[in-house]
């Protein structure tokens, strides 16, 4: 973790699933939300319980090691991804140009596209986005996210459920596509989830679970802070979610949504022309029709607001991250108060190209609460999270890709960061979004939500509010 993160954590976890070779690791960030002026530093000393089940006291020194623990990372773009406790080749990255088996900008492979694949990729780097920075770190760039001995992948943020100023991390040790992977936490308006996919026996080679995070997290969730005791509550036990035909082959990315009854559908495709959505049976996992034809009003919505893209066999698009629940207008404001006009469903979704090297752009969609659930607004410009390696920077040495691309970083979770504030928030309220880096590591960042709301357009072409 870096010197301008939230402090990290006096404990870490590791928990498995049954009968699995995948690991989610966890862990406790705590401390305030420093500000740019007052970044916070690395917290210690710390316990780890390791894989074996024992545990292993630090003081003051990094894992494994009797020297005082310095942070690995620094502001400078040749240190800002590295992994500690990971050589550089091991990892991926070499920070010495000397050193770098590719070269000291890396191998640039345009060469390898067409002409038309070529003139897309180029097109696509000229799209204006709109630049998200940091409220926690000094320099309003993205924190990058490490367990310090562990590599992981896909991580994901949650408020700690009764300790005030703490953040818990989650993420994937292994890249192993058996069993449980590419994993979500979330708060529901009412407890804690996890989704993931693994081979699944509803329908598809590869399918959806689910389950209450308190059953894998019991050292978070006791009895004083919320534990699930009873097999009869829902998702007591992984349950694998079902979905209106067409199944797929391989069915990944769906999340969770909350009526303004708290009750639960699963969200399946935001497609360019095309929704797919269906409430949810929470004592097995099955679920009803499509809902997503009732949305009448979604067609036209979509044919005039969403992102444009080429249509050949190198871009998509794909809904990406859980969902929250915001009201529009400000907690801070004593008039605010939430209604089925003012308080809308928010998902981010993504444009991905593949042009020898995948990159994407994270947009915003907001839908209705109440049934049908029909899309309010949706992002006219993609977010750039500060951080975020441009063409030709040091983040593409380590490897061979097109020299005129950008740093792949894709959004895999948000989550209100105050505690108590579990699926609903306000304009005011702030989001830490998370978000994987070339595969090879994960960051954060957090933001206003406010700020993820601009260059928003809405179906009605209102303000929003109605």
């Known amino acids: 973790m870096t010197a301008q993160t939230s402090r990290v954590n006096p404990r870490s976890f590791l928990y498995f699933f049954a009968g699995s070779l995948t690991v989610i690791l966890v ?8 500000s740019r002026e007052s970044p916070a530093a690395f917290q210690a000393p710390h316990t780890e319980i390791l894989p074996d089940g024992s545990e292993h006291s630090f003081a003051d020194t990094a894992p494994g090691s009797t020297q005082p623990f310095e942070p690995s990372h620094s502001d400078s773009e040749s240190s800002s991804l590295k992994t500690p406790g990971i050589t550089e080749q091991e990892d991926g990255w070499y920070t010495d140009p000397e050193e770098n088996p590719y070269g000291a900008e890396g191998v640039d492979v345009s060469d390898l596209l067409t002409p038309e694949q070529f003139a897309a990729s180029n097109e696509n780097m000229k799209i204006e986005h709109i630049e998200l920075r940091s409220q926690m770190t000094k320099d309003g760039k993205w924190f990058t996210t490490d367990f310090v001995t562990q590599n992981a992948y896909n991580p994901g943020f949650l408020p700690h459920p009764y300790k005030a100023d703490t953040w818990v991390m989650f993420a994937q040790r292994d890249k192993n596509q058996v ?11 009412n407890a804690p989830y996890i989704i993931y996919g693994s081979q699944g026996p509803a329908g598809s080679c590869l399918g959806m679970y689910i389950h209450d995070l308190r059953r894998l997290t019991p050292s978070l969730y006791n009895e004083s802070s919320g534990s699930i005791t009873s097999p009869a509550d829902p998702f007591f036990w992984p349950t694998d979610l079902h979905r209106p035909p067409p199944v797929g082959g391989v069915e990944k990315n769906w999340f969770a949504f ?8 699963l969200h399946y495709d935001v497609k360019p022309t095309k929704r797919s959505f269906a409430k949810v049976n929470t004592s097995d996992g099955t679920v009803g029709d499509d809902l997503a034809p009732l949305a009448t009003t979604d067609d036209k919505c979509m044919a005039d607001l969403m992102p444009a893209y080429h249509h050949n066999d190198r871009e998509w698009i794909h809904q990406a991250t859980n969902s929250l629940s915001i009201t529009l207008c400000k907690r801070s404001d004593p008039s605010c108060h939430p209604t089925a006009d003012n308080t809308f469903i928010m998902l981010l979704f993504q444009t991905k190209t593949f042009y020898m090297h995948g990159v994407y752009y994270p947009y915003i969609m907001l839908f209705r609460r109440e049934a049908p659930f029909q899309i309010h607004g949706i992002s006219q410009k993609p977010f750039w999270f500060n951080g975020r390696g441009r063409m030709n920077e040091f983040w593409r040495w380590s490897t061979w890709k097109p020299k005129d691309q950008t ?8 989550s209100w960061a105050e505690q108590g504030n579990m699926y609903h928030g306000y304009l005011d309220d702030t989001v830490i979004l998370a978000f994987g880096i070339e595969d ?9 939500a406010e700020d993820l709301l601009q260059g928003m357009s809405f179906c009605n072409g209102g303000d929003g509010e109605s």
């Open 27 to 34: 862990y406790v960030l705590s401390g305030h939300l420093p």
């Open 179 to 189: 069993g449980p992977h590419d994993a979500r936490v979330f708060y529901g308006p």
């Open 258 to 265: 909350f009526d303004m009854n708290d009750e639960m559908y």
């Open 407 to 414: 740093q792949m970083v894709f959004t895999t979770q948000m």
């Open 440 to 448: 090879k590591h994960g960051g954060g960042l957090d933001v206003k």
